[in-house]
T-cell receptor, first 113, second 113 residues
Framework: QKEVEQNSGPLSVPEGAIASLNCTYS??????FFWYRQYSGKSPELIMF????GDKEDGRFTAQLNKASQYVSLLIRDSQPSDSATYLC?????????????FGKGTSLLVTP | EAGVVQSPRYKIIEKKQPVAFWCNPI?????LYWYLQNLGQGPELLIR????????DSRLPKDRFSAERLKGVDSTLKIQPAELGDSAVYLC???????????FGPGTRLLVL
């Protein structure tokens, strides 16, 4: 089983703080990594992807990847109540027929005013 | 650019009845995916199409589930007969190719009574 692990939370942060969401994965052959945001009752929405070790910034979001440690994280700066959602980590794993995207169970984030 | 379109958005049926879900991917996306998502879990892949070919259907319960993408554009997922445990959200996603970023439709919420 190709595992993607996330702390289910809830992670509670005050408005304006940095939220740090973490994810570990088991398959060293994983090539690409994605973060999705999912509001309650809605479908997942892609917010970030990262392929290379290091940091990738997009507005208030920073994705961090460390392939040696099999660890990927998402930082949300200046957190807003509208960021309250479940954040899904997804890892693209090579298969015989291409790639399969494996999702974690998600981390619930609550940003309090 | 229009997103992934799915219908119906909600479906309530009695067990042993058939049900079908329809998906139209983002224009130009040749890869189409069907996922199942249970409450508190990440999406789980059921089947992946490259154009009209099902290249990964290893997780599709073939005794009761079937899918088709006859012209390599829109797709239909069918369950016959439905069981109580099939109650879940059925998500369709599309991408430019395997390994590329996947974009989800709004999903179909199925309740089997």
């Amino acid at each position: 089983q190709k595992e993607v692990e996330q702390n289910s939370g809830p992670l509670s942060v005050p408005e304006g703080a940095i939220a740090s969401l973490n994810c570990t994965y088991s398959d060293r052959g994983s090539q690409s990594f994605f973060w999705y945001r999912q509001y309650s009752g809605k479908s997942p929405e892609l917010i970030m992807f990262i392929y290379s070790n290091g940091d990738k910034e997009d507005g208030r979001f920073t994705a961090q990847l460390n392939k040696a440690s099999q660890y990927v994280s998402l930082l949300i700066r200046d957190s807003q109540p509208s960021d309250s959602a479940t954040y899904l980590c997804a890892v693209n794993i090579p298969t015989n027929s291409g790639y399969a995207l494996n999702f974690g169970k998600g981390t619930s984030l609550l940003v309090t005013p | 650019e229009a997103g992934v379109v799915q219908s119906p958005r909600y479906k309530i049926i009695e067990k042993k009845q058939p049900v079908a879900f329809w998906c139209n991917p983002i224009s130009g996306h040749n890869t189409l995916y069907w996922y199942l998502q249970n409450l508190g879990q990440g999406p789980e892949l059921l089947i992946r199409y490259e154009n009209e070919e099902a290249v990964d259907d290893s997780r599709l319960p073939k005794d009761r589930f079937s899918a088709e993408r006859l012209k390599g554009v829109d797709s239909t997922l069918k369950i016959q007969p439905a069981e109580l445990g099939d109650s879940a959200v059925y998500l369709c996603a599309s991408s430019h190719g395997t390994g590329s970023s996947q974009y989800f439709g709004p999903g179909t919420r199925l309740l089997v009574l």
